[in-house]
């Protein structure tokens, strides 16, 4: 059985325009490097206005968009993409840092 990739729970992703890394909005309107911090979008409504806020807030990062995520119990938040969950362990940018500077 295919995931829903919809998702009913998003969360608000961009790139740092400064070093290319992957972001969350917070609650406080700011930009984290953590997903534990991300605001957290419940519903259809939320998900708007939450895209709307980082859109606002895009100043320092390129291209806003949402994220489909899952809650587990103890609160930890996971992409359900597995293209987003790649982008939240930043396993290909540390990759391509360590061989820009192994190159170097």
Partial sequence: MAKNLSGDL????????????????????????RLDRAAIARDGRGADILLA?????????????LVAVSE????????LSLRERIRASGLTF??????????A
């Fill in 10 to 33: 998003q969360v608000a992703s961009a790139n740092r325009l400064s070093d290319g890394v992957v972001v969350w909005l917070d609650d406080a309107g700011g930009w984290t490097d």
């Fill in 53 to 65: 806020r980082a859109q606002a807030e895009a100043s320092s990062v390129i291209d806003p968009f």
């Fill in 72 to 79: 587990g119990h103890d609160g930890t938040v996971e992409p």
């Fill in 94 to 103: 540390d990759a391509i840092a360590a061989d820009a500077v192994r190159y």
